[in-house]
């Protein structure tokens, strides 16, 4: 398979604790982004990383949560004590760089309930 | 920032109709937009898109018309099957020439087509 992959699928913790997901871009795609789709809504950006470069954090990024993309293939995205509210898929999307369309393709989301 | 509006929320149609899902968006700045198709469980998958120098594209059963000035942009899906239900996402975003966007999404049409 040579889409978006991701990894947990499905994560369940109590609230309080840490969790870290993880995504493998498309291969040859430098950039990738992160979202959040609560239950009747659009995904809702979070993050985007241009290679290993943190380039913009939406103010819906709390200090509780932390990206990382160290060697510009695949990222993490780590939430600490959780809560809640942070019940949600949690989707990966990558895209080509430069002068060649940002048409993002989707990975199947890890649906994290926090108890 | 961007705001896109997505209607209607649900829409209920007989195979063989036709279907339309209409999307306003607040900035004037977007040119790009893309349609995404949310399958239960599964990834939002990129199915139509179009960009702000055209106002049609078509690819088979599906279009999507852009009207720059009113700031709206609808999605049209004819011959209408059963495996076309599905949740259907609008999505804006300014495609800068850096190549950099963020996407933002309306709360997404849930299309029912009854056999």
């Known amino acids: 398979d040579t889409g978006v992959s991701q990894d947990p699928r499905h994560k369940i913790t109590k609230r309080g604790q840490n969790v870290t997901f993880r995504c493998d871009p498309i291969s040859e795609h430098n950039r990738l982004y992160w979202y959040r789709q609560t239950l009747g809504q659009g995904p809702e950006f979070l993050t985007y990383f241009q290679n290993e470069a943190q380039l913009e954090k939406s103010r819906l990024l709390s200090d509780r949560f932390s990206a990382e993309r160290p060697k510009g293939s695949f990222s993490t995205l780590e939430i600490q004590r959780t809560e809640q509210g942070d019940s949600a898929m949690y989707l990966c999307a990558s895209s080509l760089g430069v002068g060649q369309g940002n048409e993002q393709f989707f990975g199947p989301g890890t649906r994290l309930t926090v108890l | 920032g961007e705001n896109v509006e997505q209607h209607p929320s649900t829409l209920s149609v007989q195979e063989g109709d036709s279907a339309v899902i209409k999307c306003t968006y607040s900035?004037?700045?977007?040119?790009?937009f893309p349609w995404y198709k949310q399958e239960l469980g599964k990834r939002p998958q990129l199915i139509i898109d179009i960009r702000s120098n055209v106002g049609e594209k078509k690819d088979q059963r599906i279009a999507v018309t852009l009207n720059k000035t009113a700031k709206h942009f609808s999605l049209h899906i004819t011959e209408t099957q059963p495996e076309d239900s599905a949740v259907y996402f609008c999505a804006a975003s300014p495609e800068e020439v850096t190549g950099y966007s963020t996407l933002t999404f309306g709360k997404g049409t849930m299309l029912l087509v009854s056999p």
């Open positions: 900035d004037s700045a977007s040119n790009y």
